[in-house]
Nanobody, 128 residues
Framework: QVQLVESGGGLVQAGGSLRLSCAASGRTLSSYDMGWFRQVPGKEREFVAA????????YTADSVKGRFTVSRDNAKNTVYLQMSSLKPEDTAVYYC?????????????????????WGPGTQVTVYS
């Protein structure tokens, strides 16, 4: 089992940048495909980006493509979400997640059901 903790959230002006980190403990992250999701109150948790176990393949939601980049450093057991050109509509709680043992690929990684482990989330607030 793996435990995940996000960090790096905060308050940022529109147009600014933030980098979120997701640190793992319990098992090595290199065993898992990883994803980032976000959620605002009253709405479903929304897929943001995913990265395969090696970092060689990524999949990004259209809503953030060109602005957000997912990466990982397996030596540090950490996954990152670099967010740039932030907009007020990016305001949400951001969650990282580790995929189930059989992994996921491409569009499959956008489904919440593809993930077995979730962090508690970190708040990102973008003001105009």
């Amino acid at each position: 089992q793996v435990q995940l903790v996000e960090s790096g959230g905060g308050l940022v002006q529109a147009g600014g940048s933030l980098r979120l980190s997701c640190a793992a403990s319990g098992r090595t992250l290199s065993s898992y495909d990883m994803g980032w999701f976000r959620q605002v109150p009253g709405k479903e948790r929304e897929f943001v980006a995913a990265i395969n176990w090696s970092g060689g393949s990524t999949y990004t939601a259209d809503s953030v493509k060109g602005r957000f980049t997912v990466s990982r450093d397996n030596a540090k057991n950490t996954v990152y979400l670099q967010m740039s050109s932030l907009k007020p509509e990016d305001t949400a709680v951001y969650y990282c997640a580790a995929a189930r043992d059989y992994g996921c690929s491409g569009y499959e990684c956008s489904a919440r059901s593809a993930y077995a482990y979730w962090g508690p989330g970190t708040q990102v607030t973008v003001y105009s």
